[in-house]
């Protein structure tokens, strides 16, 4: 079965500051979602990836999926406090059947 | 828009006992799942549903029971509740395969002492 590791696990940074998250994959990539939830909310989707090489941005995260690495990355500029939470990558290619999740990486920023 | 609605968002059971978490999603979508987030594990799958009628296991079936009687609700028993079952349970949904965007609820706080 896929297994999805995150790195780093934790991670501080100072406000404005540039950081990137990782999420490598056990198993070729397909359907790579990224999701952000705040400490004690729900998800909130950030994006999905589909292809090899594929790159989309939102404001000021940006995420990449590498498929010959079997990675993706999660790249946030200058970095706010409202960035702050937990970052969550999930993948699979069947919709919300069988996502499998990262055990998430806990980002936060320092004023 | 209501998008995924879950009910209770939080409860508290003794062992034993049993309740049943409700999800209803207004978007017609025919894949339904339940997720539940423990410290340090991300989110695993409990139970899933490609449709009305039709549901299958995940990686964490045991002490859960499920049914899709409608499109729209997709329910989630604890059986008789354990303290191993304390958890953030997510219900998800999405139209179709790959390629389309997955909708979490808000989460659903259960405690078992």
């Known amino acids: 079965s896929q297994e999805l590791e995150q790195s780093p696990q934790s991670l501080i940074v100072q406000e404005g500051k540039n950081l990137t998250i990782n999420c490598t994959s056990s198993?070729?990539?397909?359907?790579l979602y990224w999701y952000k939830q705040k400490y004690g909310e729900g998800l909130i989707f950030l994006m999905m990836l589909q292809k090899g090489g594929e790159e989309k941005s939102h404001e000021k995260i940006t995420a990449k999926l590498d498929e010959k690495k079997q990675q993706s990355s999660l790249h946030i500029t200058a970095s706010q406090p409202s960035h702050a939470g937990i970052y969550l990558c999930g993948a699979g290619p069947w919709g919300a059947q069988k996502l499998v999740f990262g055990q998430g990486t806990r980002l936060t920023i320092n004023p | 828009n209501a998008g995924v609605t879950q009910t209770p968002k939080f409860q508290v059971l003794k062992t034993g006992q049993s309740m049943t978490l409700q999800c209803a999603q207004d978007m017609n979508h025919e894949y339904m799942s339940w997720y539940r987030q423990d410290p340090g594990m991300g989110l695993r799958l409990i139970h899933y549903?490609?449709?009305?009628?039709?549901?299958d296991q995940g990686e964490v079936p045991n002490g859960y029971n499920v049914s899709r009687s409608t499109t729209e609700d997709f329910p989630l028993r604890l059986l008789s509740a354990a303290p191993s079952q304390t958890s953030v349970y997510f219900c998800a949904s999405s139209y179709g395969r790959s390629g389309n965007t997955i909708y979490f609820g808000e989460g659903s706080w259960l405690t078992v002492v």
């Open positions: 198993k070729t990539l397909y359907g």
């Open positions: 549903s490609v449709g009305a009628g039709i549901t």
